[in-house]
């Protein structure tokens, strides 16, 4: 029963509307722009921490290095390390990660769709605010 | 044809992954930590300045006014104003808001569901740490 107690809170399931709910904090990490695009890189890929690096446009090391500890450390992302030489690790979704990738990807695919609409929303507002 | 062009750019259709491409802007917007609430919170609600900040727990005023004019910029709010005295405003969802909507509560419902799985990775990682 304990277990189904978040530490030092009462949530026996997140809510999200909730300051004081601890999935505040998931949510930002899983949601944070590097976090999202790891899961949309590594769906149905296992990849090294290279070929990771080129898939994703603009990260740096530094910020893939540590978005990748994070999402290992919260269980999204399996990190494969070879006892080869020259030795070398690779990154994979975990069971866990790549549920959170299918709801990813369909807000990913709907907004890569949708994309036009939106930008040019943002120029209808812009006319309306010039013209009032 | 020449409107499924990006203005500037040669994207006929979002592609996340490349670093020149406006949809890294657009979903770095949509899934900020305050637009992300506000589409929770205005699900099949139509809601008043006060009444929504009341139901998102810990968000500053102006932090909510700014994230609303960015969704209504992006076409995801719709801003409604009473010209009654005093005059007031309503926000709601609009349909492209609606649709982002029904991605992110996927994706919401997901993670309060396995909110505590992905707190107990945490504790085995630390754990893990430890040890080794």
Not at 42 to 62: A, C, H, M, P, Q
Not at 100 to 119: P, Y
Request: proline share 5%; net charge negative; glycine share 8%.
């Amino acid at each position: 029963m304990e277990k189904d107690l978040l530490p030092g809170a009462r949530f026996r399931r997140g809510e999200l509307l909730n300051r004081d709910c601890p999935s505040r904090e998931v949510l930002k990490r899983l949601t944070s722009r590097w976090s999202l695009l790891i899961l949309i890189a590594l769906d149905g890929n296992t990849l090294r921490f290279g070929e990771l690096r080129r898939k994703i446009g603009g990260v740096s090391e530094r910020m893939l290095a540590q978005t990748l500890r994070l999402m290992e450390e919260d269980g999204f992302v399996k990190r494969i390390p070879y006892e080869v030489i020259p030795p070398h690790v690779e990154y994979q979704l975990s069971p866990l990660g790549q549920e959170a990738r299918e709801r990813i990807i369909g807000l990913a695919d709907w907004l890569e769709e949708n994309l036009h609409q939106i930008i040019d929303n943002r120029g209808d507002v812009s006319a309306d605010a010039e013209q009032s």
